[in-house]
């Protein structure tokens, strides 16, 4: 996939990327979502978060973790004192996947190929960003960042090495707390704003 020469200046260089991100038909995501959905957040941001994809809302608005999802993000954060204009947050693929269900479009999970051709707008982001640190949110970014399976389960709440020497925190989706019983709700979303904590340091 084309890659425009990229301004130095790193601003410039991620509203390239978007733009291009935006066209991508490396894998055939893109030709049936609206939009690309590009990270956003300040450049230089000492934390970056990434997520498995935009959803439904996402693609319609352009924006990352705006729905449901998102909206669980949000509290969390906010519970974390973690202000969302101060971390950059992206996902590992760029365009909604989702199959159609009458008038619905239904969440699918991204393929492996299907994350690995897009693994390239991921790696300009951490090359324009350089964030101090990442937290991978499910298994489809964890894998992404750490270039490997990764067993969330087993992995979460601690740091790992990421593929370009990165500090790589694992923990879970938001949405598989939305999809947790609702009596274990409570406890798996304490434990996930346990894991979020360890990245507190890298917020203001
Ligand atoms: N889920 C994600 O992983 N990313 C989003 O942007 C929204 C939902």
């Not at 893109?30 to 990434?50: D, K, W």
């Not at 994350?115 to 101090?132: D, I, Y």
């Amino acid at each position: 996939v084309p890659v425009p020469a990229l301004s130095s200046d790193p601003t410039q260089a991620l509203a390239q990327l978007r733009l291009a991100s935006n066209r991508c038909r490396a894998c055939p995501i893109g030709a049936h979502a609206t939009q690309s959905v590009f990270g956003e957040g300040p450049v230089r941001a000492a934390l970056m978060v990434v997520g498995e994809q935009p959803g439904d809302q996402e693609d319609l608005r352009g924006r990352p973790f705006v729905g449901p999802a998102g909206q669980l993000f949000e509290r969390g954060i906010a519970e974390l004192g973690w202000p969302r204009a101060e971390i950059y947050v992206t996902n590992a693929v760029k365009h909604f996947k989702y199959e159609l269900r009458g008038q619905r479009r239904i969440h699918k999970t991204p393929s492996q190929q299907e994350a690995a051709a897009c693994l390239q707008w991921l790696e300009h982001e951490l090359a324009q960003v350089q964030p101090r640190a990442v937290v991978a949110l499910g298994a489809t970014a964890a894998r992404a960042l750490l270039g490997r399976p990764v067993a969330v389960m087993r992995e979460r709440g601690r740091w790992h090495t990421g593929v370009g020497g990165e500090q790589v925190l694992v923990t879970l989706h938001p949405s598989a707390l939305l999809r947790a019983d609702p009596a274990d709700h409570e406890a798996a979303y304490a434990a996930w704003l346990k894991d979020l904590a360890l990245a507190s340091e890298f917020v203001t």
